[in-house]
Structure formats: C-alpha cells, structure tokens
C-alpha cells in the first residue's frame, strides 16, 4: 500500500543550526502538507503546497521556514536557526481530493 | 481564527461499551470533516470522513454531522482495548487547502 515517507526519523540538532525534514508523498497525490506536533500538544498545520507553491501557511509559518519540491518526489521542510521550542514531531501529508495520509514523522531535538 | 474544540478527556468506558466523541468548529464555510486516530508517540491514522449532514457507518464506527450547529461527533461501538488512543477531530476550510485539527480527546477501553 503507498504511504508517505518521510526521513531522518530523529534528528537532533543544536541551536541555531539549519535542518532540512524530507518527505516523499504518495506518488499520486497532488496536495502536500506540513504539520507540527509539540510533545503532548494538538497538531499544528504549518503550510500547505500545491502546484509548486504554497497555497496555506498558517502564523506558525514564518520566515524561519520554508518549504521546497526540488524534484518530482521530494517535498523538503527547511527550518532555519533552529530554536529550542522548535522541538516537536514534525509529520509531512498528502493527499488527493480529500483524505490526507500522514508520513510516520520526523522527531526533531533542539538541545 | 478557525477553531476546532474538543473536551480533551480522558474518556473512559468499559469494553463492549459505545464511546461518543464530539467536535465543535468555528469556520461555517468548512466542508469536510475527519476523524483520525493517534497512538502515543504514532502519526494520525484517519479513521472516517463525512461530507454531508446525518450520519455515516463504517463497521463500528459512525460518525455524525451537523453542519447547522456545526458539530461533528464519532460513535465507537462495542469498544475494545485496542481502541484507546487519542482522537482527533479535523475540518478542511472551503478552499480544500487547510486542513485544521483539534487537541484529541484521549479515550480509554477498560477491560
């Protein structure tokens, strides 16, 4: 069964470095997601895509983020400076017309 | 602001009971509602969707929808240990690009 990839699995990084999250949709899907999970939190949505831009972004989303399709599988989430309450399970989706399935999250650790 | 609310739990029934879950969302223009399911430390697994008002049936679940008083609920029949999770309600606005969830209300099955 197709399914949302989504790598590394854990990355730990310190303040104030760079990370990128990858993400792989469903081969299909024409509509990708970003969302954030801090520990014990509600599901944040951080932005949408579609068509090679963005088409939602939620105030969550700013300029410390970006988000890129550089080829015609991956959909990378770029977090820069990283801070300490960037800590949370970042989960990428995708979807077709209306259900979204979700990737199985990659955990981020800012120490 | 687009607001999905659910009473955060925990819920907790004895097996073979029915669980009810509710859901409350701000945005009259939403068009699509979900039901996913969330084991601790998992991503959200979707569980049902419903589009139109009255009622929805997929094995033992049933989920409900009132768009007038704009509530949303799940109905777990007969419900099993393997059922505890948390449940997270969400809502795609009109646009079909934002999809917003609530906190989860966590739900125990005692045996």
């Known amino acids: 069964e197709p399914e949302v990839t989504q790598t590394p699995s854990h990355q730990v990084t310190q303040m104030g470095q760079e990370v990128i999250l990858r993400c792989v949709p469903i081969s299909n899907h024409l509509y990708f997601y970003w969302y954030r999970q801090i520990l014990g939190q509600k599901v944040e949505f951080l932005v949408s895509f579609y068509n090679n831009e963005i088409s939602e972004k939620s105030e969550i989303f700013d300029d410390q983020f970006s988000v890129e399709r550089p080829d015609g599988s991956n959909f990378t989430l770029k977090i820069r400076s990283t801070k300490l309450e960037d800590s949370a399970m970042y989960f990428c989706?995708?979807?077709?017309?209306?259900?979204?399935?979700f990737g199985e999250g990659s955990r981020l650790t800012v120490l | 602001q687009k607001e999905v609310e659910q009473n955060s739990g925990p819920l907790s029934v004895p097996e073979g009971a029915i669980a009810s879950l509710n859901c409350t969302y701000s945005?009259?223009?939403?068009?699509?509602f979900f039901w996913y399911r969330q084991y601790s430390g998992k991503s959200p697994e979707l569980i049902m969707f419903?589009?139109?008002?009255g009622d929805k049936e997929d094995g033992r679940f049933t989920a409900q929808l009132n768009k007038a008083s704009q509530y949303v609920s799940l109905l777990i029949r007969d419900s099993q240990p393997s059922d505890s999770a948390t449940y997270l309600c969400a809502v795609m606005a009109y646009n079909n690009n934002d999809m917003r969830f609530g906190a989860g209300t966590r739900l125990t099955v005692k045996p």
């Open positions: 419903i589009y139109s008002n």
């Open positions: 945005d009259r223009g939403s068009q699509s």
């Open positions: 989706a995708s979807r077709t017309v209306r259900e979204l399935f």
